[in-house]
């Protein structure tokens, strides 16, 4: 079986014997069998074709590329991914109105600068790891368990369709791909406050986020409950975020004050969802949930 050594040895190869064709020598693509020749004339052991279309999906997980590849002509071409930058409306519900009507429209051609990003169809290496705000919107069709207080929810359009806000954060360093991706879809709820809060409304147990120092206060979930967190999360919510230099600790306030995002318990200060937000905060500290009245 090859070694790590080997293989990112033969995702360099490919990356640079492509590159250096569609980028540097502006050739129009890169013949299949000539990829492959040069591959294995740089390696010991020989590699296939289907090895080469593994490799080149390898590179596709990892790096902010195109590689796409014509049947006919049996050719590879390089390129630059292309982020998408989409178009929406706000419609906000039960908002705090601390915004004067100049700053809300501010804020709203701001929001159509957020971009796209959707855990089931983007790469990781979409976002840039740059300051930036970012949205959590629930699906279409999908809902949060069920509680004894029902949030009221703002809507956002993104072409043409509304998805319902679910939360807002922050990344003030040059971290963002790794505040939405590694802490809010990682497996370790004790880094993540939306993890945490999504956790404990499936009714998820708190356990010691360090068994070592199981009195220090961070808390997160057992490894299954985590994994499963993780799924519902990728299948039921998408990300808009904004990378823009900006500032962004005024933005997040603005953000909050418009879209009175449910799970936002910091710095919310609306009376719409406060009930909500209430109980939020009980199963956040490990708590119980209020028992439903009928």
Request: with cysteine.
């Amino acid at each position: 079986m090859a070694s790590q050594k080997d293989l990112s040895k033969r995702l360099l190869l490919i990356f640079y014997k492509l590159y250096v064709s569609t980028i540097q020598e502006k050739a129009s693509a890169v013949p299949g069998q000539m990829l492959l020749n040069f591959v294995n004339d740089h390696i010991s052991t020989p590699i296939s074709e289907r090895t080469l279309q593994r490799d080149i999906k390898e590179i596709l997980s990892i790096l902010p590329v195109q590689i796409s590849y014509n049947n006919k002509k049996g050719d590879y071409r390089l390129s630059a991914k292309k982020t998408k930058n989409t178009r929406r409306e706000v419609k906000s519900q039960g908002q705090e109105m601390e915004l004067s009507d100049s700053q809300i429209d501010k804020l709203k051609e701001k929001l159509v600068l957020f971009k796209l990003y959707d855990p089931q169809k983007d790469f990781s290496w979409d976002i840039p790891n740059q300051p930036g705000s970012y949205i959590f919107l629930l699906r279409s069709g999908s809902t949060l368990p069920p509680t004894s207080k029902i949030p009221v929810y703002s809507k956002i359009e993104v072409n043409g369709e509304p998805f319902r806000v679910l939360y807002t954060g922050i990344s003030t360093k040059a971290r963002l791909r790794k505040r939405i991706y590694a802490r809010h879809f990682g497996n370790n709820s004790g880094k993540s406050t939306l993890r945490k809060s999504l956790g404990r409304l499936f009714h998820f147990n708190l356990i010691p986020r360090d068994k070592n120092k199981p009195d220090d206060g961070y808390k997160k979930f057992c490894k299954d409950d985590e994994r499963r967190l993780t799924e519902w999360m990728q299948e039921n919510l998408i990300i808009l975020y904004y990378d823009h230099a900006d500032n962004y600790e005024m933005l997040q306030g603005q953000l909050i004050s418009y879209l009175n995002p449910p799970l936002n318990i910091k710095d919310n200060h609306n009376p719409v969802n406060l009930e909500f937000r209430q109980e939020l905060k009980r199963l956040r500290i490990g708590r119980p949930l209020a028992h439903h009245q009928d």
